[in-house]
């Protein structure tokens, strides 16, 4: 087929998709970041959130009839997505729904993944799609779905599979397949205790990225059947796929093929799922030479936001110069006479005078007062740390007052000082 043509098939098949995107998770590894704002709102990167990652994959893939399942704490989430995502327009039947859990076909919310899919049937079918994708809303990647949609269509597929190879001690946190020549499915395991490593890839599994692809006549067919069946828990993982790969054509499909924009021979997927992988993935960010490229302009990631003014570092006497090395600063940070280095400053963090911010990430409308020192920190949004804090320098000072991590990540949040409680994160 003719690159040309290739593209022309490609372009038919994420047109004639929805993506329902699970967003709904509270993700309580992440502690206090997620007490008041959903997992796939906690804020990335400087100026993103998580959920603008999976958006911005469908969106770049042509995949624009879009559904969000949420459940909770959802308020900075939704608004998040009305102000940055209604650029779509409905006028070529593209558009980002906001699906909050709202018992349309019972008095229950969602009680699995594919229960919060079944509760949304009537709003699918109104779009009349032939391919559903499921998509979580709470990782940190760049892939192409037209790709995996083009091999599903190819391999007359029911259900398609997104996969990644982890290392065997990681593998038990996901579902875990087994997969012969052709890449059909024919073993899976949902978080197993012993995974079982790839043929001739020692050490390493194949884990399931929880993205997948049905044709959606079976997808509406499976979630009646599985809602029917008693003792069910309603989830991809644990009851839809061990049924299915049995009985029906289940494929993996290789994110390698599809990931978008990553260093050569490495495919980027982040689970920022707990406070040390969070900090890490951010700081990877202001590396020389990060793992993840935000600056692909043919793969941009959009999100919302405010109008603000460039950042600014102010004063340049001997022992008060305002400067920031190996770090993002976002718009609207003003570095006062203070140093920061490898680190990540949210929009509109102010740092005072003859403070200084090391390793840390540095969430949006943080003011750090003077004479400051920060290490190793992740703060929180619209803290206000007082003139002379110390943190990351003391554990054992700092779990007095903070959350302190096994790998040393001190998390600091407006409730841990004191201060007002920030409901709008």
Sequence with gaps: ????????????????????????????????????????????????????????????????KIGIATQYKAHSLIRHVQRGW???????????????????????????????????????????????????????????????????????????????????????????????ADWRVRDFQEKPAAPREIPGRPGMALASMGIYIFNAPFLYEQLIRDTDTPGSTHDFGRDIIPYLVPRYRVFAHDFRDSCVGSKEGQAYWRDVGTVDAFWEANLDLARVDPDLNMYDEDWPIWTWQEQLPP??????????????????????????????????????????????????????????????????????????????LEVGFDHEADRRRFHVTERGITLITPEMLGQETPHQR
Excluded at 112 to 118: C, L, P, S
Excluded at 143 to 159: F, I, K, P, W
Excluded at 366 to 385: I, S
Aim: with cysteine; charged share 25%; aromatic share 8%.
């Design 1 to 64: 087929m003719a690159t040309d043509s290739n593209a022309r098939f490609v372009s038919r098949l994420t047109k004639d998709s929805y993506a329902l995107v699970l967003a709904g998770g509270r993700g309580s590894r992440l502690r206090d970041l997620t007490d008041w704002r959903a997992k796939p709102a906690v804020p990335f990167g400087g100026k993103f959130r998580i959920v603008d990652f999976v958006l911005s994959n469908c969106v770049n893939s042509g995949v624009r």
């Design 86 to 180: 209604s650029f779509l327009d409905g006028r070529f039947d593209e558009f980002v729904d906001v699906l909050p859990a709202s018992q349309r076909l019972d008095e229950g919310w969602y009680e699995g993944t594919a229960d919060a899919v079944f509760q949304n049937l009537d709003i699918i079918r109104a779009h009349k799609p032939a391919f559903v994708l499921v998509l979580g809303g709470d990782h940190i990647y760049k892939m192409d779905y037209g790709t995996m949609l083009a091999e599903h269509v190819s391999r007359q597929a029911d259900l398609t599979v997104a996969c990644i190879e982890v290392p065997v001690p990681e593998a038990s946190a996901f579902g875990v397949m087994g997969v012969d």
């Design 311 to 388: 950042a600014k570092f102010v004063f340049d006497d001997a022992q008060r110069r305002g400067l920031a090395v190996d770090s993002l600063v976002s718009g609207g940070c003003v570095v006062s006479g203070s140093r920061v280095a490898r680190s990540v400053l949210f929009s509109k963090v102010r740092v005072h005078s003859f403070a200084s911010v090391e390793d840390s990430v540095i969430l949006p409308e943080v003011t750090v007062g003077r004479y400051a020192k920060l290490r190793r920190c992740v703060v929180d949004k619209r803290c206000h740390l007082p003139e002379g």
